[in-house]
């Protein structure tokens, strides 16, 4: 009885560990960009890829992710011709997406234009499904899941082991934290490179607080409205600079 009694101190503060940490995601995009006559010679050129990093925090009951620290400062990829130029790089914008597991809902915090948005609304549920089919990723079990999103595919690696009902932004759902997860047959890759398990600094995982407040829909106009006066604006000047920012 004592052997047993102490074996379950010992295993009780594992279990517990194991769901509180944080996850390093690396972020891939394959990026598809419509280029003028003039410049389809400079294709080459431009990156076919971007590649962000963000931290994820979680417990059994929230989640927050954020852009992961720049360890050194990475310049701008420029490429002109036909009075055309583009600038691409990494964005400045800190944006978070906090869940509260328990609750079901979103709050992201989204730097757009010079503005900060915490943009609210409802947790996605998806209908995942699971393959069968396991295998190992970074030391731990993994199994396969996959879903719809609206017109998009998602497959998921996720670890039974780890206890948490989460993953990257907003995917979730699953037995377990999702350490792989693609978008559209890897048009988009999450992928964790750093798994902690021993928790972290007191008073990081918290709802973001500051910006104002509007729903998904709201924002998404926001957005359209201000695309739509910068095509405008771009369109009637004969020389042109298009931006493009990753997170």
Known sequence: M???LAL???IAPLAVSAQTGTITYDQVVKMEIELPPEMESMRDQIPTESTSSYVLYFTESETLMKNA?????EEDTVVQGGGVMIRMGRSREENETYTNLDEGTVIEKRDFMGRTFLVSGEQPL???KLTGEQSEYQGFAVQKATA???SSMIEAWFSPEIPVSAGPKVFS???GLILVLSIDEDRMVFSAKEIN???FEEGVLKAPKKGKKVSRDEFDEIVEEKMKEMEAQFGSRSGTQVIIRHN
Do not use: I, N, S, T
Not at 69 to 73: A, D, G, I, L
């Open 69 to 73: 620290p720049v360890q050194e400062k």
């Open 8 to 10: 379950l101190l010992l």
């Open 197 to 199: 398990l021993d928790g």
């Open 148 to 150: 719809q999103r609206d």
């Open 126 to 128: 998806l209908a995942w």
């Open 2 to 4: 004592k052997k047993c």
């Open 173 to 175: 759902g699953l037995p």
